[in-house]
């Protein structure tokens, strides 16, 4: 039986796809999958960067499988680690991920995109939160949105429900690029390989930073850092990156970082 999460590894890149036609809806068997997938990817040394698709060209992630809700899989049901999706709740995630949007990103699959800490979009790319309209809550995306684009306009997503395109999106700064969907994944890769070159210690530092500081006076996330409050933050500052970074500079030539 084909698997409805396939990945591809290349060096230090995961590329994960949703792989369930024919709208890559996600039910709770594929949620716990690709939360093995990407607590997996965190925990691999070796790997330091995630890109998430879709297959095929009309949709990303249409959210929860209702098809599957009907025949018993509860909407309160266990997710796996991670939560829905394997990533939105997945705890000490310091390593960049990449959402390559590929076609219908809705609901809890548009949930998913914002997961990612860098979302490109095809061109034919739409967006919504429908759930409005069958009478629940986007509960992850009443979370994140109004914290990701301007407040006005992420209440009037979520309470109305309407579509919108790429080019909304991209102007609102909910998506990083639009990018020909002939294009798109060579984009990521391109964009993946850019991050995989860099300081893997410096960027889990710089994700750790930002959760902590979401909901934190300046102050008190300074003090956190300066006090050595934060792992990542140590870790990197007792690294041997750190001297590296330092010692390329001075010799004028590239960083080798071993992210350690």
């Given at each position: 039986?084909?698997?409805?999460?396939?990945?591809?590894?290349?060096?230090?890149?995961?590329?994960?796809?949703?792989?369930?036609?024919?709208?890559?809806?996600?039910?709770?068997?594929?949620?716990?999958?690709?939360?093995?997938?990407?607590?997996?990817?965190?925990?691999?040394?070796?790997?330091?960067?995630?890109?998430?698709?879709?297959?095929?060209?009309?949709?990303?992630?249409?959210?929860?499988?209702?098809?599957?809700?009907?025949?018993?899989?509860?909407?309160?049901?266990?997710?796996?680690?991670?939560?829905?999706?394997?990533?939105?709740?997945?705890?000490?995630?310091?390593?960049?991920?990449?959402?390559?949007?590929?076609?219908?990103?809705?609901?809890?699959?548009?949930?998913?995109?914002?997961?990612?800490?860098?979302?490109?979009?095809?061109?034919?790319?739409?967006?919504?939160?429908?759930?409005?309209?069958s009478g629940t809550v986007a509960d992850a995306a009443s979370v994140k949105l109004p914290k990701r684009i301007p407040y006005h306009i992420a209440m009037e997503l979520l309470l109305t429900g309407?579509?919108?395109?790429?080019?909304?999106?991209?102007?609102?700064?909910?998506?990083?690029?639009?990018?020909?969907?002939?294009?798109?994944?060579?984009?990521?890769?391109?964009?993946?390989?850019?991050?995989?070159?860099?300081?893997?210690?410096?960027?889990?530092?710089?994700?750790?930073?930002?959760?902590?500081?979401?909901?934190?006076?300046?102050?008190?996330?300074?003090?956190?850092?300066?006090?050595?409050?934060?792992?990542?933050?140590?870790?990197?500052?007792?690294?041997?990156?750190?001297?590296?970074?330092?010692?390329?500079?001075?010799e004028k030539r590239d960083p080798v970082w071993k992210g350690k």
């Amino acid at each position: 039986m084909t698997s409805p999460v396939t990945t591809k590894r290349d060096g230090t890149i995961l590329e994960v796809t949703l792989n369930r036609p024919k709208a890559n809806a996600i039910d709770l068997t594929t949620s716990r999958i690709m939360g093995e997938i990407f607590r997996d990817f965190r925990d691999d040394p070796e790997l330091r960067v995630a890109i998430l698709t879709g297959a095929g060209e009309k949709f990303f992630c249409p959210g929860w499988d209702l098809k599957a809700a009907a025949d018993g899989d509860a909407v309160d049901g266990d997710y796996g680690v991670g939560g829905f999706g394997g990533l939105q709740e997945l705890r000490d995630m310091n390593k960049p991920v990449i959402a390559a949007v590929n076609g219908i990103a809705c609901g809890g699959g548009l949930e998913l995109a914002i997961s990612a800490d860098i979302i490109l979009a095809a061109e034919h790319a739409t967006f919504a939160l429908p759930e409005i309209r069958s009478g629940t809550v986007a509960d992850a995306a009443s979370v994140k949105l109004p914290k990701r684009i301007p407040y006005h306009i992420a209440m009037e997503l979520l309470l109305t429900g309407r579509w919108f395109d790429a080019d909304e999106a991209n102007r609102w700064g909910l998506v990083n690029e639009i990018v020909p969907a002939d294009q798109l994944l060579d984009r990521a890769w391109d964009l993946a390989r850019l991050l995989a070159s860099g300081p893997p210690l410096v960027y889990a530092a710089i994700k750790e930073v930002v959760r902590d500081a979401e909901d934190s006076k300046f102050q008190d996330a300074m003090n956190r850092i300066t006090k050595s409050q934060l792992p990542t933050v140590e870790k990197l500052y007792r690294s041997e990156d750190q001297l590296e970074g330092a010692k390329a500079f001075a010799e004028k030539r590239d960083p080798v970082w071993k992210g350690k």
